[in-house]
């Protein structure tokens, strides 16, 4: 018998997939939007400035405040890198989290308070040097930025443990159940 010549039914039937570079960085994500990304960022920064000035003070008085402070403020510092990393590129996939929401919320206030309480307590017992008055100066300024990001959250988004029925708009939906047909009223005509 003679060959066959090759008939398309044979032809392979998957398609090469070209490679497609993927974003290192998404903003915005599906977690973070742009505004809330550069008050992330904001906050980044200023933990890492307090945290900073606050290294380089040598010498210290009462140390415990200054020890808290050093404390929630390199916690924020890395602990708000790791949380923008994790909100804007596709590791997020691959923790296991699935209520992000719920975690950056939660995150956000605790810091913020624990933050806003450091810089009190600082601002309360120090040697009054300039180093930690600019230390306790970015304190207040970083837990702004943690406030004002809690703010928008709530704005924006609503409590992250609400249900999405009682997140949009304040407005429930009628179950399809309850709906009237053709808009006819209960009354007969």
Same mark, same amino acid.
């Given at each position: 018998?003679?060959?066959?010549?090759?008939?398309?039914?044979?032809?392979?039937?998957?398609?090469?997939?070209? #490679?497609?570079?993927?974003?290192?960085? *998404?903003?915005?994500?599906?977690?973070?939007?742009?505004?809330?990304?550069?008050?992330?960022?904001?906050?980044?920064?200023?933990?890492?400035?307090?945290?900073?000035?606050?290294? *380089?003070?040598?010498?210290?008085?009462?140390?415990?405040?200054? /020890?808290?402070?050093?404390?929630?403020?390199?916690?924020?510092?890395?602990?708000?890198?790791?949380?923008?990393?994790?909100?804007?590129?596709?590791?997020?996939?691959?923790?296991? *989290?699935?209520?992000?929401? /719920?975690?950056?919320?939660? /995150?956000?206030?605790? *810091?913020?308070?624990?933050?806003?309480?450091?810089?009190?307590?600082?601002?309360?017992? #120090?040697?009054?040097?300039?180093?930690?008055?600019?230390?306790?100066?970015?304190?207040?300024?970083?837990?702004?930025?943690?406030?004002?990001?809690?703010?928008?959250? /709530?704005?924006?988004?609503?409590?992250?443990?609400?249900? #999405?029925?009682?997140?949009?708009?304040?407005?429930?939906?009628?179950?399809?159940?309850?709906?009237?047909?053709?808009?006819?009223?209960?009354?007969?005509?």
């Amino acid at each position: 018998m003679a060959a066959a010549p090759e008939s398309p039914v044979y032809n392979t039937t998957t398609e090469q997939q070209e #490679n497609k570079k993927t974003a290192v960085c *998404i903003v915005p994500s599906k977690h973070l939007d742009k505004l809330r990304f550069f008050i992330k960022l904001a906050e980044l920064i200023l933990s890492f400035i307090a945290f900073i000035l606050e290294e *380089i003070v040598s010498n210290c008085n009462s140390c415990g405040p200054l /020890y808290f402070f050093e404390f929630v403020s390199c916690t924020a510092m890395l602990f708000t890198f790791l949380l923008l990393v994790l909100l804007t590129t596709p590791l997020n996939k691959k923790v296991g *989290i699935e209520k992000w929401d /719920y975690v950056d919320f939660i /995150y956000t206030a605790v *810091i913020g308070a624990l933050f806003l309480l450091a810089s009190i307590v600082f601002a309360a017992d #120090n040697g009054n040097t300039t180093l930690e008055t600019a230390a306790v100066v970015f304190g207040f300024l970083a837990s702004i930025a943690f406030i004002i990001d809690i703010a928008v959250f /709530y704005k924006t988004k609503g409590f992250p443990w609400k249900d #999405n029925s009682e997140r949009t708009n304040g407005t429930q939906s009628v179950p399809a159940e309850a709906e009237k047909l053709n808009g006819s009223s209960d009354t007969a005509s």
